[in-house]
């Protein structure tokens, strides 16, 4: 039994049913309450049951004309759960919980709302987000995704959450100068986009030069801002034509 999902399916989407109306973890039974999205590569909704709210998120399942992808959400899924567990200890990451099926898994739910482009959060707000940052950098992860204002949370206690680990690198095991080199400039582009969130929400916390920077990506990001921009005109364009929300995407 699944939930009907909001919005028509579509090759885009993740698999074509909608998240399951029931799921049990920890014990217990939890209902389907809403879905957050359901793009390309997962579909994320939120359950309640008498053990309080969790989230699921179930990776890509469906083939992409002809090609296969149950591979990369089962990847995707053990790649992002290792990160849930490497940072469980951290205050303001959401706990795991357990897997569901073999693209899925379901972590605790954080309360609160996406930062908003100029939101006025409370003075510490900042610092506490760079604390947390710094501490998943500590671990040898970048957290990549940055960008996104969605994937920053301002908690119902005023306090910063981070949220979808998708696509961030985590060193791991891998030795070698490569693999930390990279590491250390996906951590640079973390608080390129650290800064530029600030700028935008309160300018008034940072000094002259600190804003100046902030206009300023690095090499690496002046390239990524060129190679990625044609990929998101082009989303744009197709998902206006299909009539379908655009969802997330990466401010520049």
């Not at 591979?71 to 706990?95: M, Q």
């Not at 060193?171 to 400039?185: D, F, K, N, S, T």
Request: aromatic share 12%; net charge positive; with cysteine.
């Amino acid at each position: 039994m699944t939930a009907q999902p909001p919005a028509a399916e579509n090759r885009l989407q993740a698999f074509p049913e909608g998240l399951p109306a029931v799921i049990r973890c920890a014990g217990g039974e939890f209902r389907f309450v809403r879905q957050f999205k359901h793009d390309f590569f997962a579909a994320t909704g939120l359950y309640a049951g008498e053990e309080g709210q969790v989230v699921l998120k179930i990776q890509r399942r469906r083939p992409y004309f002809g090609l296969r992808l149950g591979w990369l959400g089962a990847w995707l899924t053990r790649h992002e759960a290792a990160i849930y567990r490497e940072l469980a200890d951290l205050p303001g990451v959401p706990g795991f919980v357990d897997f569901h099926g073999p693209t899925g898994f379901i972590h605790e739910f954080a309360p609160g709302r996406p930062l908003d482009r100029r939101e006025p959060v409370c003075d510490t707000f900042f610092d506490e987000l760079a604390d947390l940052l710094s501490a998943v950098h500590a671990r040898g992860i970048a957290y990549v995704d940055l960008n996104k204002r969605q994937n920053i949370l301002v908690g119902a206690d005023g306090r910063p959450c981070l949220i979808d680990f998708q696509i961030s690198y985590r060193l791991g095991r891998r030795g070698g100068e490569l693999p930390r080199a990279i590491l250390a400039m996906l951590q640079r582009q973390d608080w390129y986009h650290f800064a530029k969130h600030k700028r935008r929400c309160r300018p008034d916390l940072m000094t002259p030069a600190d804003i100046e920077r902030s206009y300023r990506p690095d090499a690496w990001g002046r390239i990524h801002r060129i190679i990625s921009r044609p990929y998101f005109v082009v989303r744009r364009w197709i998902l206006d034509r299909m009539h379908l929300p655009r969802g997330d995407e990466a401010e520049g």
